[in-house]
């Protein structure tokens, strides 16, 4: 399903001071396979993960998604790719401060048209699922880390995508609100969604079908 | 359709949610707009009331000209005027100016026949006999002048008059300060005999070529100036370009210090903004559908800040009587006038201002709006 060939990122191309995010990564991902890329920081997993997920471009090499190669991809093909396959979880939740939790999770389907009723309704069905129903109308702010990731995954789920990357998804929550996402994970993989996750704990582990350990931009 | 209506309240909500950067930004084009709009009301409105009467006035003025300037003309051509063939009426007034008490008015020497029509007693009657004067309401409003009351002028000569009549005129500005009186009362307070600041000639349509001609027969050797009802409009069309232009000068400082003031808090919580855009990038929205809400945003805030701009103007004209303002386009008044300024809120100026408080918003925040979504998500996400 996801392949890459010899996929490179360099940060200050042809400086003095060029950095080597990732070099020459080839991977293999097959639908429905849930995959860790494990490493400690700086190990270019938040980098693989960013370009696998078309949120940011390679220096060189390539990526292909079902067989297509979708780094030559233009910007407009790669936000519809997002919108339509990928669905995000970062380390950083990256929830909109302003917004309560059932508007930050319905703030990918604004531009599709769909209508404020059906819009409440999904992000109530996925934040019930996350466990958050009694959350739907508080702030970023209101919540805990754990319950501000659960918001996160929920908005990642609202497309219903093939494909979830997660960066770091519980670096910043407790065990309990971990072992809860690990738990949503293993549903998510049951019901065919391949899911790419990027952490230094071994706790996803125990469910993933490939590990890939990281280290110095290159897989060991 | 719906993705644009969803913009659109999302829009609105945004502008809801962060309200002290709305008000702000509200603020900056309102305090820029309002002036203009009202200077542009005051300023069409004087332009189209003296319009209004050069086109209800005759149509020949004649004068004397003295160094390239009119000047009075003397009435020992009158009789041969009227005989010239297409001149239906002709008018002799004396137009000037004296001090009543600490008050410029205008002082109008003219037959009681040919006062002209817009000019109605409100109260009292039109003057018939020597001495006897019609004054216009503002002034009276101003001096407490009654029928009745007299009052002493002096130019060049002293004299005191009767007021017999209360007069409205359509021409607001005009009438306010003006008094009109008999032609021989205004010529012995002007200490001037047998001579007008100007002849009015009406004439049939088509004879003012003839009339010129005849004219030109008639004055020889004499310097004498005719204008005909064109080259006045002209000179007001003039005059108030002028005018327009000076408001226009002064008015280009002050938008230059608001300006940047707007620029800035448009460009309020920026970096914020940035990550916004990184997370709707990432949330598979096009970089179209990014700036399509933002100019909403814009859009708003703008129609807003216009709409309060335009409200506020009219208050200012209506309730404050162009204060400030008006000084610039009607001559000799006071900060705030003591009569209702006449004005004309079109909807061309309307449009500008708000296109123009459109302009400055969408500068101040779409340059950046676009950077952060035409950059890599990443790079916004990291803001």
């Known amino acids: ?220 | 359709m719906h993705k644009h209506l969803n913009l659109l309240f999302l829009a609105t909500e945004n502008l809801l949610r962060h309200r002290t950067k709305t008000v702000v930004v509200c603020l900056c084009i309102i305090a820029i707009l309002t002036p203009f709009i009202t200077a542009i009301a005051i300023s069409e409105g004087i332009r189209s009331q003296s319009l209004n009467s050069v086109n209800a006035g005759a149509d020949l003025y004649l004068t004397s000209d003295e160094f390239g300037r009119n000047a009075a003309i003397s009435l020992k051509y009158l009789d041969e005027i009227k005989k010239i063939f297409g001149v239906t009426k002709i008018v002799p007034r004396i137009v000037g100016r004296g001090f009543l008490q600490n008050k410029l008015t205008v002082i109008v020497g003219i037959h009681k026949e040919d006062i002209p029509e817009p000019v109605t007693c409100i109260s009292g009657r039109v003057f018939e006999n020597t001495n006897e004067v019609i004054v216009g309401h503002e002034l009276a409003k101003y001096f407490h002048l009654n029928i009745g009351d007299q009052f002493s002028m002096r130019c060049q000569q002293r004299k005191v008059f009767t007021v017999v009549g209360i007069f409205s005129a359509d021409s607001g500005i005009w009438g306010a300060s003006m008094i009109f009186m008999p032609f021989n009362d205004a010529g012995d307070l002007f200490g001037k005999e047998n001579v007008a600041t100007d002849i009015q000639i009406y004439s049939l349509p088509g004879h003012n070529s003839e009339i010129a001609t005849d004219l030109y027969d008639i004055f020889q050797n004499e310097a004498y100036r005719l204008q005909d009802k064109q080259m006045i409009e002209l000179y007001v069309k003039k005059g108030f370009m002028l005018k327009e232009g000076v408001f226009s000068a002064l008015y280009i400082v002050a938008i230059a210090l608001g300006v940047p003031a707007i620029l800035v808090t448009s460009g309020f919580g920026l970096s914020e903004r940035k990550k916004e855009v990184g997370i709707m990038k990432a949330t598979g929205w096009q970089t179209l559908e990014v700036l399509e809400l933002i100019s909403f945003e814009q859009l708003l805030i703008s129609l807003l800040g216009a709409t309060i701009a335009i409200v506020l103007a009219i208050l200012w004209v209506r309730g404050f009587r162009g204060a400030f303002i008006a000084q610039f386009f009607i001559a000799e008044i006071t900060m705030l006038p003591n009569f209702a300024l006449p004005a004309r809120f079109l909807p061309l100026p309307c449009f500008i201002s708000f296109f123009f408080a459109f302009l400055l918003t969408m500068v101040g925040s779409i340059y950046s709006s676009w950077r952060a979504s035409t950059v890599s998500p990443v790079v916004s996400l990291q803001s």
């Open chain 1, 1 to 220: 399903m996801i392949r890459t060939e010899n996929l490179c990122k360099s940060y200050g191309h042809h400086s003095q001071y060029e950095v080597r995010a990732i070099h020459d990564i080839n991977v293999n991902i097959a639908k429905n396979c849930f995959v860790v890329f494990r490493g400690p920081s700086g190990s270019g997993k938040t980098t693989l993960l960013n370009i696998i997920g078309t949120l940011d471009r390679p220096t060189a090499g390539k990526v292909f998604l079902y067989d297509k190669e979708i780094t030559s991809f233009s910007d407009i093909a790669f936000a519809r790719l997002r919108r339509e396959k990928i669905g995000f979880i970062f380390q950083n939740f990256h929830l909109i401060p302003r917004l309560t939790s059932w508007e930050n999770v319905a703030y990918p389907l604004i531009p599709l048209g769909i209508s404020l009723k059906e819009r409440f309704e999904r992000a109530q069905f996925f934040l019930e699922k996350m466990g958050l129903g009694d959350r739907l109308s508080h702030t970023p702010e209101e919540l805990s880390g754990g319950q501000q990731q659960r918001v996160a995954i929920a908005r990642a789920m609202i497309n219903d995508p093939e494909i979830i990357i997660a960066d770091e998804p519980t670096s910043n929550i407790d065990e309990e609100t971990s072992a809860h996402i690990l738990q949503y994970f293993e549903e998510l993989k049951i019901r065919g969604v391949t899911i790419l996750v990027a952490t230094h704990s071994a706790i996803f582990e125990k469910i993933a079908d490939t590990v890939y350990k990281m280290k110095n931009g290159r897989i060991e």
